[in-house]
DNA sequence: GTAGGTGCAAATTGTTTGCACCAGG
DNA sequence: CCTGGTGCAAACAATTTGCACCTAC
């Protein structure tokens, strides 16, 4: 299975691929562009969903066996330091990470499936500056979950 | 220093203490009623903040030495799903509860000092059961948390 | 060249569970 | 009684960390 591709173990910078929005915005903290993060920084970049650190490392290593989910760990970590990436917690236990230049969003979490649904609202978004400032506060953001599930309607078991 | 109380191990309904709120919920709701998990409702009851389960175990331990951490964690996933307590997530790494008939709140974050509010909001509520039916879902538990910070009336730095 | 990054495996931490025993209804 | 609850310790799962080696700058 081990396919004869060319572009495993990309040695860090000798990759000809153009920097990943991600890491861009690495470089521009002035982070240390290893091999790993670089992979890292692409994986979050073409990331739509919400992937935990075991998923990160599965596309990661997809892309260059070179990567240990230590490092995952200490690199998602370091991420959300930085305020690339937003740790989220749906309460499973384990944390799923999402690039921060995305936009404001919020989750709609399947209590039963457990499949998340992004959304906006702006009413929403208003509601919540409006209660900030009742409270004397300015908002710097928000986070709202939401624990749902379909109503039942033929499936009671 | 083991206090001669007269309290400790409080056999079960030999305990001529009044029935907590908490207690009260579970008898409605045909739990058997154990010395442990009437003490532990108690705590709940008695609670005002969002302990974790550490600290649950410390302050039922502090009212009768006859309780096990196992046993909090498992009176706490039960009444969690009884739908009893609330389990919040701060993202520490550990859930921390609270009993759900203290109304639905939420929580403010001051992003300076890490300060946390408690707050409700009825009209946010109500949204919040509207964005869901708006997504096809029933609405089962709301997770808002704002980050927000005092107006910056003398100088942010 | 050197500070800092990485892999591996062991250590931590929060939580669950198997089993023998005990208690509530 | 008999089902279900409990304590203890071992099992688990997610995450962190010590250490020797390696690499970006």
Redesign the interface.
């Given at each position: 299975m081990t396919q004869p591709g060319p572009a495993r173990r990309s040695r860090a910078n000798t990759d000809s691929r153009p920097a990943s929005r991600i890491e861009q915005m690495c470089i521009e903290r002035g982070l240390k562009m290893t091999g790993q993060r670089r992979i890292i920084a692409r994986v979050l970049s073409e990331s739509e969903d919400h992937p935990d650190v075991e998923e990160l490392y599965r596309r990661a290593v997809a892309l260059d066996a070179d990567v240990s989910i230590a490092t995952v760990y200490r690199t998602v970590r370091l991420l959300e330091e930085k305020g690339i990436v937003a740790?989220r917690?749906f309460?499973e236990g384990r944390?799923r990470y999402d690039p921060t230049d995305r936009g404001q969003h919020h989750h709609?979490i399947?209590?039963d499936t457990g499949k998340v649904?992004e959304?906006e609202?702006e009413?929403?978004d208003a509601?919540?500056r409006d209660?900030?400032a009742k409270?004397?506060?300015?908002?710097?953001?928000?986070?709202?979950?939401?624990?749902?599930?379909?109503?039942e309607q033929k499936k009671p078991k």
């Open positions: 740790r917690d309460g944390s709609l399947d209590v649904i959304f609202d009413a929403h509601l919540a209660i900030a409270l004397g506060f300015e908002l710097v953001d928000v986070r709202l979950q939401l624990f749902a599930r379909r109503p």
